[in-house]
């Protein structure tokens, strides 16, 4: 028999997921997106109405479980074979925008005494694919559901404002249209962003800029491979992985030594890979049309991903918020300016 807690907190997290897709119809909260405005309408419930701790179980299934298959589903919007045929570039490109977003963001972090765990979070979620990568990489690290949330509200925050800059600058810019979507694919946050920045460019910039953007998504395989690496204490850590390591060791990590020995297997990330290729080769393989499935997948993920931001958003406390998010929003909003001039400067001297 199915528990009332348990169905209870799934139904009123999908509650917030649709009442976060209605307010992304309204002015100004319709460039956030639907998943930053159920993470804000969750935020707001708990600021004036208190966590609702009866329904705990299922809110924290939505937080979880749900989160972990809405990454997993996440891979069918990845088409490798496209990536693939755009050759090594746009691969290369993408790692050198996680390292350097990683290794910036999180050096501003402890330069300006930010909180680590949120700002590392940030860091990755800058470099990768916004809030995805969050939910990607909180299980490995262990962080706080709050952080997570948090971290996802202001890189979709952040992301905005530079879709809308890019947008207002791209007339403007000396790039052509295949330069500009390639800018925008290898530096903006989360696809949605890059799809808003590149659409005033035409189809060209559009294919572009998803192009560089799916070869970070891909990306997010290796990158949770490393972290899972420098979480195991057995390991060596020496040259660069120590230092990485010392990165995901100054804060994120939750737990005692004998807890980070027990590293759960990130299942969902075998899903991510499982789902890609699935889309990518075995459905064309029988003559089936995969975009139509990637279309409903698509919107079933963003449903899933909204009801998990519904969850998190409850776990963040508004009023605590702002003497912790100052200061990683400012390591974001900076290290996101200085990625934004070396994708642009690579991307000019290249065209």
């Known amino acids: 028999m199915l528990r009332t807690d348990w169905i209870g907190g799934v139904m009123f ?5 649709s009442v976060g897709w209605g307010m992304a119809w309204l002015p100004g909260l319709d460039h956030l997106g639907p998943l930053a405005d159920a ?7 708990r600021r004036f109405f208190g ?45 050198l925008t996680i390292a350097f977003a990683w290794l910036v963001v999180t050096a501003l972090g402890r330069r300006w005494k930010a909180d680590a765990p949120l700002t590392l979070l940030l860091a ?35 992301g905005t404002l530079f879709a809308v800059g890019y947008t207002l600058l791209q007339p403007w810019l000396p790039l052509d249209p295949a330069g500009y979507g390639i800018w925008a694919g290898a530096s903006l946050h989360e696809v949605a962003h890059v799809a808003m920045a590149a659409a005033p460019a035409g189809s060209e910039a559009m294919a572009d800029a998803l192009l560089y953007k799916l070869a970070r998504v891909l990306l997010l395989v290796p990158v949770c491979l490393i972290l899972l690496r420098l979480r195991n204490p ?3 850590r020496d ?11 100054g804060g994120a990590v939750r737990g005692d030594d004998s807890d980070r020995s027990r590293i759960a297997v990130p299942w969902f990330l075998l899903g991510f890979v499982a789902t890609s290729l ?16 990637a279309q409903w997948t698509s919107k079933a993920t963003t449903l899933l991903l909204g ?4 969850g998190l958003g409850l776990h963040v406390n508004l009023q605590d918020l702002r003497s912790r998010a100052v200061r990683p929003l400012g390591a974001l909003f900076v290290g996101s300016l200085l990625l934004s001039a070396l994708t642009y400067g690579i991307v000019l001297a290249t065209q």
Do not use: H, W
């Not at 979620?125 to 952080?147: H, Y």
């Not at 040259?239 to 060791?249: K, M, P």
């Open 13 to 17: 997290t999908l509650g917030l997921a």
């Open 39 to 45: 993470l804000l309408a969750a935020a707001l419930y």
């Open 51 to 95: 966590f609702p701790d009866r329904l705990r179980t299922g809110i924290r299934l939505s937080s979880g479980s749900l989160l972990r298959l809405a990454v997993a589903l996440y891979g069918l919007r990845l088409n490798v074979s496209v990536l693939i045929g755009g050759g090594l570039m746009a691969l290369a490109q993408g790692a």
């Open 124 to 158: 990755l979620g800058t470099g990768i694919c916004g809030a995805a990568a969050v939910a990607a990489v909180s299980p490995i690290l262990r962080s706080k559901e709050e952080d997570a949330a948090v971290s996802a509200g202001l890189i979709a925050l952040t």
């Open 234 to 236: 057995g390991r060596r």
């Open 239 to 249: 040259g660069f992985g120590a230092g990485v390591r010392g990165a995901v060791a």
């Open 278 to 293: 699935l889309g990518s080769y075995a459905f064309p393989a029988v003559g089936i049309d995969p975009e139509p499935i």
């Open 307 to 310: 009801m998990a931001m519904g």
